[in-house]
């Protein structure tokens, strides 16, 4: 019997160190995105009813976009491509990662801080991005 206590208190312990680490959620309705270190609650979606929070993945510094939402996220790996707003499936490229240097795409204009040059892979604006640093 102590052994079973014991092994549910290491459970719980093991589960809410996993629960401190910040990850982010993006809620498949209204398309915000939040860093939270639990699932945030589902009150007052702004597309009606409650948000539907999928996880991406946990927080990091490499900066990715979605080619067809134009989402930015920043996470430790590659996230989830589960439900991409614009259809189908997320599909992210690897910008860079976490910097102080300002970069502006002068074709579909997003704006990333970025650490050395970002990659120029797929514009969503049609051929490659063409960065412009502040
Ligand atoms: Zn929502
Ligand atoms: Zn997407
Ligand atoms: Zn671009």
Redesign the pocket.
Known sequence: MKTFIFLMCLLSCITSFGANIPRVYL??????SVIKEKRPN?LY???KG????IDLGIVGENIYHCRKCRKIVYTAKRPNVIYCSSRGSHTWDLLGQVGKNQYQCRKCSIKISVRNRPSTIYCPAGGSHNWNKF
């Open positions: 809620c498949r309705k209204c398309d915000i589902t979606c702004s597309a409650s948000h539907n929070w």
